[in-house]
Antibody
């Protein structure tokens, strides 16, 4: 069974940094692209970032470009999102998700974690 | 600026069919061939219902189907059931190598 378990969320002050993680199991992590999608309280979904299976290519939303970075450690089956210069508008549940195919990260995400809440507030 | 426009809400009675539209308002989605649809119940993560416009993941009911015409993609749910009541989001790949979501549609089963 595919499982994605996020961690690392919490309360951080504006301008601060946070790294959230996602441990994957139940599939060969190193052969699939994965990504992060966030959802502000009471709002819709927003794609944040994706990374290819090898980690050789990353894709970042304009809204977080220059502040967030996505990375992965295939030896640990773990996905990361490093978030710097956080703003109040970054407050959201951050979901980790697995690509439906082992090629083409953009085809869709077929498995999702339960999410981790990041709150940016003073 | 890429955008996908969805109706804020749709409704239908049990047994009926409904369609949710997703219209691309710019050419940034290219051929619009990488459209996916997600279902989200309150307090739950999204669930993939359709990918690459028309493909249904294993385990998803065949009551759900996807299509596309020009710059508008559609999700059709036939034989509406109470459990289908949820929020639905479309998503598309863009020519800028990013992904975007529509604003979401709340489906109410009357």
């Amino acid at each position: 069974e595919v499982q994605l378990l996020e961690s690392g969320g919490g309360l951080v002050q504006p301008g601060g940094s946070l790294r959230v993680s996602c441990v994957a199991s139940g599939f060969t992590f190193s052969t699939y692209a994965v990504g992060w999608v966030r959802q502000a309280p009471g709002k819709g979904l927003e794609w944040v970032a994706s990374i290819t299976a090898t980690g050789g290519s990353t894709f970042i939303a304009d809204s977080v470009k220059g502040r967030f970075a996505i990375s992965r450690d295939n030896s640990k089956s773990t996905l990361y999102l490093q978030m710097n210069s956080l703003r109040a508008e970054d407050t959201a549940i951050y979901y980790c998700a697995k690509a439906v195919y082992n090629v083409g990260w953009y085809m869709g995400f077929d498995h999702w974690g339960q999410g981790t809440l990041v709150t940016v507030s003073s | 600026q890429s955008a996908l426009t969805q109706p804020a809400s749709v409704s239908g009675s049990p047994g009926q069919s409904i369609t949710i539209s997703c219209t691309a308002t710019s050419s940034d989605v290219g051929s619009f061939n990488y459209v996916s649809w997600y279902q989200q119940h309150p307090g739950k993560p999204p669930k993939l219902m359709i990918y690459a416009v028309t493909n249904r993941p294993s385990g998803v009911s065949n009551r759900f189907s996807g299509s596309k015409s020009g710059n508008t993609a559609s999700l059709t749910i036939s034989g509406l059931q109470a459990e289908d009541e949820a929020d639905y989001y479309c998503s598309s790949y863009t020519t800028s190598s990013t992904s975007i979501f529509g604003g979401g549609t709340k489906l109410t089963v009357l």
